[in-house]
């Protein structure tokens, strides 16, 4: 089990997550963050922090984002594991279902 990041982190990306985060596992797509399911060590620092309430762990995720844990999962289906956000820094790409989303920050 991880935390997921769901669509209300959608053209928001405050980053309060990323500066909390022990263990370097939230990842910046181009409209949204990502938590990396083998990195996240499930302490749940991030979740409180988090200004739109868009973190949850995966089984507490509402149902109506329940596709969130595979856009989150598959977002990293060609990055593998790089073993820390910061050293990659941000990504000019986002899980295609993020990426055809209308504007959010309205």
């Keep these: 089990m991880t935390y997921v990041i769901a669509l209300p982190c959608?053209?928001?990306?405050?980053g309060a997550c990323v500066e909390e985060c022990p263990v370097d596992c939230i990842y910046e797509?181009?409209?949204?963050?990502?938590?990396?399911p083998d990195e996240?060590?499930?302490?749940?620092?991030c979740e409180p922090v988090c200004p739109t309430q868009a973190?949850?762990?995966?089984?507490d995720l509402p149902s109506e984002w329940a596709?969130?844990?595979?856009?989150?999962d598959t977002f990293f289906s060609d990055l593998g594991s790089p073993g820390?956000?910061?050293?990659?820094?941000a990504l000019d790409k986002?899980?295609?279902?993020?990426?055809?989303?209308?504007?959010?920050s309205e």
């Design 67 to 72: 596709n969130w844990t595979e856009i989150n």
């Design 55 to 59: 973190i949850f762990y995966e089984d």
């Design 29 to 36: 797509g181009a409209r949204t963050l990502y938590i990396h």
């Design 84 to 89: 820390g956000a910061a050293r990659l820094g």
């Design 10 to 14: 959608v053209d928001v990306k405050d």
């Design 94 to 104: 986002d899980h295609p279902f993020v990426s055809q989303l209308p504007d959010q």
């Design 40 to 45: 996240c060590v499930d302490c749940g620092a």
